[in-house]
């Protein structure tokens, strides 16, 4: 699948992606192969994806789909393997040309992968060619999570959002920074603000788009489907609501956090993995399958099957399912981060927070917007908003 340059682990090595021809065949051969279920006895999503849309997945995947491509994109950045904590961690990790560039490690979430993050590198790391200034530059580190992508897969318990956190804190210090700044959404959105919570001295802060910061008493209300408190405003009861809905609909986590060894099939059955991943949460779902209805919005075909292939050829839907087994925070509640904190709040994400919640989770909160379009995976589907963001967010804290 990839290439290491040396042999001690200990050190940072280079790495290139070339997954071997056979593997491209195989999985060639069991999408023709593939058997798919009846179709839905609704007209909408509340059975899961339709079966019109995993038609068109299959169908793109056989016929339209280059993973050379994703491939080749991936390789242009540099890519590199490096051992933290006895486990082979791979990361890209792309320097801007401008001087006094911020140090910024970015965590990817499930179902994604660094793939998710492609998109932002160029902003980010070349401000001046997507309408920003020199002075925003980054320095840009994507690490894959364990047990996701070509990162090693823990063979032992472990490994939740604290220790990925502390792992992440030793790659920026391996790499020779002495300060930087994180982000992340999702899962990385908790790894984020674990950092912040580890506060290393080279932190500066974090930045989030799936903010910890519903305060605890409306996060449990909102898990029961109980009626909305009485004292919350009216945009506070908008997120409740929204709480609520995504409650109702989370079951995939539920299964991945009590019997993730469980979903085997997933490594026998491209189809039948690429059927789960897509189905993350309603408003992605249905962006998805319009997206192979042939409307350009965020996230094309090609973007989903990259990340889904990238499962498929490290066979990762198992060990990365195992991370909410591991995991014993809870998602959106605050977890105590005193360092600086930049907001941006998607309209399409699972919740919105409000301003006022924000503020109380985050007391050294330095940055809090509404952006006007983009969903749960931000960075992928509105890149160049994201970017601005971390921009905006970060500027304050530059040194």
Request: negative net charge; without cysteine; charged residues 20%.
């Amino acid at each position: 699948m990839g290439t290491e340059t040396t042999e001690n682990r200990e050190v940072i090595q280079p790495f290139s992606i070339n997954v071997p021809e056979e593997a491209l065949a195989d999985l060639r051969r069991r999408l023709a192969q593939a058997r798919l279920p009846d179709r839905e006895t609704v007209d909408d999503f509340s059975q899961g994806v339709p079966l019109k849309t995993i038609e068109q997945v299959l169908h793109y995947w056989n016929t339209s789909y280059d993973w050379r491509k994703v491939e080749a994109r991936l390789n242009a950045v540099p890519n590199f393997i490096t051992e933290i904590d006895g486990l082979d961690i791979h990361f890209l990790h792309a320097r801007s040309k401008h001087e006094n560039a911020l140090p910024l490690i970015v965590t990817h979430g499930w179902p994604g992968s660094v793939v998710e993050q492609l998109k932002i590198i160029g902003p980010l790391t070349d401000p001046t060619a997507h309408g920003g200034s020199p002075v925003d530059a980054f320095h840009v580190v994507i690490p894959s999570m364990p047990g996701y992508g070509f990162s090693g897969k823990p063979t032992a318990t472990g490994w939740g959002p604290e220790r990925i956190a502390s792992t992440w804190i030793t790659l920026m210090r391996r790499l020779g920074y002495e300060h930087f700044v994180a982000q992340g959404g999702d899962w990385g959105a908790l790894v984020t603000d674990q950092i912040g919570v580890q506060a290393p001295k080279e932190l500066l802060g974090i930045h989030t788009n799936m903010p910890g910061a519903i305060p605890e008493d409306i996060n449990l209300a909102s898990l029961s489907g109980a009626p909305a408190p009485s004292l919350l405003s009216a945009e506070e009861r908008s997120s409740y609501d929204q709480l609520v809905f995504f409650y109702k609909n989370v079951y995939y986590a539920f299964w991945m956090a009590t019997r993730p060894q469980t979903m085997a099939g997933f490594a026998d059955s491209p189809i039948g993995l690429a059927t789960f991943l897509l189905d993350h949460d309603a408003r992605s779902l249905e962006l998805i399958a319009r997206s192979f209805d042939g409307q350009a919005e965020g996230l094309s075909p090609t973007d989903i099957l990259d990340n889904v292939t990238l499962f498929w050829l490290t066979n990762t839907a198992v060990s990365a399912g195992r991370l909410y087994w591991e995991n014993k925070l809870p998602f959106f509640t605050p977890k105590g981060v005193k360092v600086p904190v930049a907001v941006s709040v998607f309209p399409d994400e699972l919740y919105q927070t409000p301003r006022t919640w924000a503020e109380k989770a985050y007391p050294n909160l330095v940055h809090y917007n509404k952006v006007e379009k983009g969903g749960h995976f931000a960075a992928w589907e509105q890149p160049e908003i994201l970017a601005k963001e971390l921009r905006d967010g970060f500027r304050s804290l530059r040194k």
